[in-house]
Every structure is written in C-alpha cells, then in structure tokens.
C-alpha cells in the first residue's frame, strides 16, 4: 500500500467512525478514536456482511458504507458491554 491509499484508508475510516457516532448517540471519540473506529468497523464489515448474502459493491462510496454499518455494529457491541 502506497501513501496515496493509506491516506484513503484513513479518510474512509475517519468517516465512517463520525458517521457511525452521529447514527449511535452519545458516542464521539476524537478524530483518533473516529479513525480507529471506522478502521475496526470495516474489517467487522468486511468479515460479516459476506457471510449474510449482503453485498453493496464497490468503489469509495460502497467502502465507506461497509465501514459504517462495521462501525455501527462496533458502537453497539461497546454500549452491550458497558451497560452489562
């Protein structure tokens, strides 16, 4: 992976991280937390939404979209465990 994709890489986390703490409320955790979010949120997507029959296609759009739903599930797997 060149600068160029790694720089993507992380844009695409950043906004998928904010995306997915502006959907789940009262999660906001800095850029830095966004990214990693975002980053996590793609490998749990990138892992689960195959085994589910979904596919959403791809492109930047599509990867950012995976990313959050990641993220999404991410944020609320974080709210089970803190509220448990």
């Known amino acids: 992976m060149g600068a160029e994709g790694l720089i993507i890489f992380l844009i ?7 995306l997915a703490g502006l ?3 009262g999660y906001g955790f800095g850029l830095l937390g ?3 979010v975002g980053i996590v949120g793609a490998f749990i997507a990138g ?8 596919y959403i296609g791809g492109g930047i759009i ?3 979209i995976n990313a959050v739903i990641g993220a999404v599930i991410l944020l609320f797997l974080i709210r089970l ?3 448990a």
């Not at 695409?12 to 904010?18: D, P, R």
């Not at 892992?47 to 979904?54: Q, S, T």
């Open 12 to 18: 695409v986390g950043a906004i998928a991280g904010w």
């Open 23 to 25: 959907i789940v409320k």
């Open 34 to 36: 966004n990214i990693v």
């Open 47 to 54: 892992w689960l939404l195959p085994k589910v029959g979904l």
């Open 62 to 64: 599509a990867n950012i």
């Open 81 to 83: 465990v803190k509220t």
